[in-house]
């Protein structure tokens, strides 16, 4: 079974500029989340979809948005890049079972510098 | 979500038992405790969780205190490959789907 995958694997921005990162989650699974990893700042939840509808959202601001697709994957948007935005961001999926919720599967990330 | 101690570091050697303390004295009685470890480069991985029996699978033991103050999981034979970061978190079941990570335990599994 093939596990959360997310692409690209890197990605080099400038300031100012727009990125994209997409995400499938698990067969079978209906929510996805988003976590960003700053350096020295440890993990942030970003945002959670589910059943494409955005379920919760983090201590972000707007210009960190997303959207969930019918085939539940998904994409996070970063408008306006900062060089704090600088971060390997996260995604991860859970089945749709509300009791499985708290158990959520990761992917490798997307290692976004901002330059 | 209560929030949870854990220790900065501590080392193993291989073939040891690792044991990882997690101090949640503010735990309410519907929060759950969880462990996820990230090993570098890598996304986290879901270990074990547990309300206040002790639990255990393929890749770990839970141990909850009885006042459920405090919890240890416990890797029986320590591995070059458990070398991680280990994550205890402490939420409510289904709490809007996130979780909450904390600054974790660097465990480093020397030969």
Known sequence: EAGVTQSPTHLIKTRGQQATLRCSPISGHTSVYWYQQALGLGLQFLLWYDEGEERNRGNFPPRFSGRQFPNYSSELNVNALELEDSALYLCASSPRDPKAWDIQYFGAGTRLSVL | ?111
């Open chain 2, 1 to 111: 979500d209560a929030k949870t101690t854990q220790p900065p570091s501590m080392d193993c050697a291989e073939g040891r038992a690792a044991n990882l303390p997690c101090n949640h004295s503010t735990i309410s009685g519907n929060e759950y405790v969880y462990w996820y470890r990230q090993i570098h480069s890598q996304g986290p991985q879901y270990i074990i969780h547990g309300l206040k029996n002790n639990e255990t699978n393929e890749m770990a033991s839970l141990i909850i205190t009885e006042d459920r103050k405090s919890s240890t999981l416990i890797l029986p034979h320590a591995t070059l490959r458990d070398t991680a970061v280990y994550y205890c978190i402490v939420r409510v079941r289904n709490s809007w789907g996130k979780l909450q990570f904390g600054a974790g335990t660097q465990v480093v599994v020397t030969p």
